[in-house]
């Protein structure tokens, strides 16, 4: 079946860590989105890319970073500069990006800095 | 910035009943797409409804609904028969194309009762 998938569903981390989150489509979609959620304030733009070796930042990227090598996927590593990581983090994929075409979503990762 | 307004943190309705779930936004854009999404327990992401802002006629997806009003910048959404399935977190969102901006409202967490 298509669609994404996002790994691992539970993650743990020390303080200073980096760590980071998997995201694999296989819809061939051309647009990947990395988005924060957190309790009361919907979804918030990390980092996109619309083409593969390409990516832009979003509204919170600092302390993120991200690489799109392959189409299918677009990892994003939770770096040390991170400040507030613990936080459910949505991966997303479209045809193309910024357009009236949906955006496919995977399941999240929770990831939790003890 | 762009911004997104969902003024009702919380609603429920009867099961087989009628609700609408509100959102405003702030744009000076004429051209922009308009969704919503709904957020089951599970925390996948789903498409409900999309509206693109040149077209006058309101989108419908059986019985999913919305209200657009360009000139009042609102965006509201009605779901008729309600069922409980339908409970979830709704989530409008505002994205313009050619300019990468895309805005996420706070959510409305919906509760139907049996």
């Known amino acids: 079946d298509g669609g994404i998938t996002q790994s691992p569903k539970y993650l743990f981390r020390k303080e200073g860590q980096n760590v980071t989150l998997s995201c694999e489509q296989n819809l061939n979609h051309d647009a990947m989105y990395w988005y924060r959620q957190d309790p009361g304030q919907g979804l918030r733009l990390i980092y996109y890319s619309q083409i593969v070796n390409d990516f832009q930042k979003g509204d919170i990227a600092e302390g993120y970073s991200v690489s799109r090598e392959k189409k299918e996927s677009f990892p994003l590593t939770v770096t040390s500069a991170q400040k507030n990581p613990t936080a459910f983090y949505l991966c997303a994929s479209s045809v193309t990006g910024f357009s009236y075409n949906e955006q496919f979503f995977g399941p999240g990762t929770r990831l939790t800095v003890l | 910035a762009q911004t997104v307004t969902q003024s009702q943190p919380e609603m429920s309705v009867q099961e087989a009943e009628t609700v609408t779930l509100s959102c405003t936004y702030d744009?000076?854009?004429?051209?922009?797409?308009l969704f919503w999404y709904k957020q089951p327990p599970s925390r996948q992401m789903i498409l409900v409804i999309r509206?693109?802002?040149?077209?006058?006629q309101n989108a419908t997806e059986n019985r999913f609904s919305v209200n657009f009003q360009k000139a009042a910048k609102s965006f509201s959404l009605k779901i008729s028969d309600s069922q409980l399935g339908d409970a979830a977190m709704y989530f409008c969102?505002?994205?313009?194309?050619?300019?990468?901006?895309?805005?996420f409202g706070a959510g409305t967490r919906l509760t139907v009762k049996p």
């Open positions: 969102a505002y994205f313009r194309d050619n300019n990468n901006d895309m805005r």
């Open positions: 509206q693109e802002a040149y077209k006058q």
């Open positions: 744009t000076s854009e004429s051209d922009y797409y």
